[in-house]
């Protein structure tokens, strides 16, 4: 929430904010807070430069930060290496947020959609929110992917 209001300061509306410089806020300080793990992990972004509805910020910011931190925690244990990618585009009217990792992916017995995890269970809920829907491949590691429309 606090970056979101920093952006709003910094903005020359006040009904959007530049995703880009949002979610890099988002993976800075996530960055600093897993500091020890993300030394084993390479994170590749590529964020557009498009406004970002107020409406649509704060629920695909949590969903952010929920996926990356778990991208942090589990997708490479007992000090593995590996790389993650977090990506955010607005195609033909819709945004698409992909936040994925070439990790050991999720255990077989995981469905996320009924997934008992908080963390899992929110990004469920903040997909529905923005009237959008989520996609796992997990052929190479995890890879989520929401799109949701760009506008209402």
Known sequence: MAIIHEKMYQSEYLSSINAR???NSIITELNKAYGSLQRLTN???KVDDVSLPLKYAVPSGLI???LLTNALKHSFPDGQTGEIMVEFHKRNNRFVLSVGDNGVGLPDEVDFRKAKSMGL???NILTQQLKGEINLDQSKGTLF???F???R
């Open 43 to 45: 994170i590749n972004v």
């Open 64 to 66: 952010l930060n929920e």
């Open 21 to 23: 410089e949002y979610f």
């Open 121 to 123: 269970q929110l990004i």
């Open 145 to 147: 992917k929401i799109t």
């Open 149 to 151: 429309p760009a506008t």
